[in-house]
């Protein structure tokens, strides 16, 4: 559990500027003396720096964002923050890349971050090195080698374990190294993760949550990329699986396998080989979509609403119907509105091709499919179910998995707003002095 405390932080300062951040190129930047942004000189009075190139200027941006107090979107780094293979190396960075990075809504609302001092014996890492510290000294003012030895090993080992104190003192949170199918992702455990889905800070349950990953990934034609973001994680209400949705690099090229990483590590019982079970990743993210189905999308047609492709049939939602006069038998009423019908029709890969490519469009090849079903060609018309929950329509011979987050709770997580606070004091702080930001005027 995490031992973070929310009376021990303020809450950022409230604004109504928002960010967008973008991919922030290179590794992340931290500033060598931290400190914090003077309260004299708040952020409205500073502003981008001119003749910075890409990257200076996303990380001068993202700083005044995270100031302002408004929503901000998650951003990643291509290239990631200390070893994935390494779990000692960098491990302050680490956490800081990932505050930085981090999606914020104002007044720490919206989903919360996976604690960075989530351990289950909420023990503080400061107390606990200093009982081993204590131990060793009596041991050794008593001439017990032993005794010496075995504390030592154990402030060893505490100090391998994701040693070193959070933001609320205490040990971090244990991260672990998962490996198979051309990835390398460096994330929390499967355990603590899982842990905090059942029973938050609080003992209640978080259906939705950010999990802080890096990782590296080749595909199977040896392209090799790497990042350092989070995953937006769900975990299904019926138990069948995890959703988990890359935030902050949505046009990475492997987003969706790094993703589909982490969801193969969170649902195999065994953690060993999760991964190498699941083959290769890209195709597995794309099996685990086409089950979650497909969105009805707006379409412009005289008759038609809605359409879309949904394994290998045209789905069409006609356009509500408003009666013309009154129909005393059937109840209705002239000005009544009918909603719009669903229809499905096979259609064959050209047929798909030539809608997709725009040679036809969607209310043209449904109403001539319309037309074939009318006259009884058999195979025209086909099957496909509407989810209650989450309305996809999916085909039911492939079976259907929600890929739906649980709206936010409107809470204010307290970790969230010392989060930021940390960002801003670290990159903020950083920006100036690297002269990226100005005065204004």
């Given at each position: 559990m995490s031992n973070f405390n929310e009376s021990d932080w303020i809450r950022a300062k409230g604004g109504t500027g928002s960010g967008k951040g973008g991919q922030f190129e290179g590794r992340?930047?931290?500033?060598?003396?931290?400190?914090?942004?003077?309260?004299?000189?708040?952020?409205?009075?500073?502003?981008?720096?001119?003749?910075?190139?890409p990257s200076q200027r996303a990380h001068a941006e993202r700083a005044l964002a995270l100031a302002q107090g408004g929503f901000v979107e998650a951003t990643a780094y291509r290239k990631t923050v200390g070893s994935v293979a390494d779990a000692d190396d960098k491990r302050p960075e680490w956490w800081d890349s990932k505050r930085v990075s981090a999606e914020y809504d104002a007044e720490g609302a919206g989903y919360p971050q996976m604690p960075d001092d989530y351990t289950p014996s909420n023990t503080s890492y400061s107390e606990e090195m200093r009982f081993y510290e204590e131990r060793q000294a009596y041991f050794a003012a008593n001439g017990d080698h032993e005794g010496v030895a075995l504390m030592r090993e154990k402030i060893n080992r505490l100090k391998s374990r994701d040693g070193g104190q959070a933001m609320s003192g205490?040990?971090?949170?244990?991260?672990?190294?998962?490996?198979?199918?051309?990835?390398?992702?460096?994330?929390?455990?499967?355990?603590?993760?899982?842990?905090?889905?059942?029973?938050?800070t609080d003992g209640n349950p978080v259906r939705t949550f950010d999990v802080p990953i890096s990782g590296?990934?080749?595909?199977?034609?040896?392209?090799?990329?790497?990042?350092?973001?989070?995953?937006?994680v769900t975990k299904m209400a019926d138990g069948s699986g995890w959703y988990c949705e890359p935030k902050g690099f949505p046009n990475h090229p492997h987003a969706e396998a790094?993703?589909?990483?982490?969801?193969?590590?969170?649902?195999?019982?065994?953690?060993?080989?999760?991964?190498?079970?699941?083959?290769?990743?890209?195709?597995?993210?794309?099996?685990?979509?086409?089950?979650?189905?497909?969105?009805?999308?707006?379409?412009?047609?005289?008759?038609?609403?809605?359409a879309a492709i949904v394994d290998g049939a045209l789905v069409v939602e006609t356009q509500p119907y408003t009666y013309k006069r009154d129909n005393p038998a059937k109840g209705i009423r002239a000005g009544d509105?009918?909603?719009?019908?669903?229809?499905?029709?096979a259609l064959t890969p050209d047929?798909?091709?030539?809608?997709?490519?725009?040679?036809?469009?969607?209310?043209?090849?449904?109403?001539?499919?319309?037309?074939?079903?009318?006259?009884?060609?058999?195979?025209?018309?086909?099957?496909?179910?509407?989810?209650?929950?989450?309305?996809?329509?999916?085909?039911?011979?492939?079976?259907?998995?929600?890929?739906?987050?649980?709206?936010?709770?409107?809470?204010?997580?307290?970790?969230?707003?010392?989060?930021?606070?940390?960002?801003?004091?670290r990159l903020l702080a950083g920006v100036v002095s690297k002269g990226w930001l100005a005065p204004k005027g």
């Amino acid at each position: 559990m995490s031992n973070f405390n929310e009376s021990d932080w303020i809450r950022a300062k409230g604004g109504t500027g928002s960010g967008k951040g973008g991919q922030f190129e290179g590794r992340a930047q931290t500033a060598a003396d931290p400190g914090s942004f003077p309260a004299a000189s708040p952020a409205a009075d500073f502003e981008v720096s001119p003749g910075l190139n890409p990257s200076q200027r996303a990380h001068a941006e993202r700083a005044l964002a995270l100031a302002q107090g408004g929503f901000v979107e998650a951003t990643a780094y291509r290239k990631t923050v200390g070893s994935v293979a390494d779990a000692d190396d960098k491990r302050p960075e680490w956490w800081d890349s990932k505050r930085v990075s981090a999606e914020y809504d104002a007044e720490g609302a919206g989903y919360p971050q996976m604690p960075d001092d989530y351990t289950p014996s909420n023990t503080s890492y400061s107390e606990e090195m200093r009982f081993y510290e204590e131990r060793q000294a009596y041991f050794a003012a008593n001439g017990d080698h032993e005794g010496v030895a075995l504390m030592r090993e154990k402030i060893n080992r505490l100090k391998s374990r994701d040693g070193g104190q959070a933001m609320s003192g205490s040990r971090r949170t244990h991260r672990m190294r998962y490996s198979g199918s051309g990835m390398d992702i460096r994330m929390p455990s499967r355990t603590a993760i899982q842990r905090f889905a059942r029973e938050g800070t609080d003992g209640n349950p978080v259906r939705t949550f950010d999990v802080p990953i890096s990782g590296t990934y080749t595909d199977a034609d040896g392209n090799t990329t790497e990042v350092d973001g989070w995953v937006r994680v769900t975990k299904m209400a019926d138990g069948s699986g995890w959703y988990c949705e890359p935030k902050g690099f949505p046009n990475h090229p492997h987003a969706e396998a790094y993703a589909e990483g982490v969801a193969a590590v969170l649902e195999s019982r065994r953690v060993s080989g999760a991964m190498s079970r699941q083959g290769d990743l890209i195709e597995a993210a794309r099996k685990r979509r086409a089950a979650s189905g497909q969105a009805l999308a707006p379409v412009r047609s005289e008759w038609l609403s809605k359409a879309a492709i949904v394994d290998g049939a045209l789905v069409v939602e006609t356009q509500p119907y408003t009666y013309k006069r009154d129909n005393p038998a059937k109840g209705i009423r002239a000005g009544d509105t009918r909603p719009g019908k669903v229809h499905s029709y096979a259609l064959t890969p050209d047929e798909e091709r030539a809608i997709r490519s725009g040679e036809i469009v969607p209310g043209a090849m449904a109403s001539r499919k319309a037309k074939a079903a009318r006259d009884g060609v058999p195979g025209v018309s086909v099957t496909r179910e509407r989810c209650p929950n989450c309305g996809n329509i999916y085909n039911a011979a492939r079976g259907h998995q929600c890929r739906q987050h649980a709206a936010p709770t409107g809470r204010t997580y307290g970790y969230n707003l010392a989060a930021r606070q940390r960002a801003v004091s670290r990159l903020l702080a950083g920006v100036v002095s690297k002269g990226w930001l100005a005065p204004k005027g």
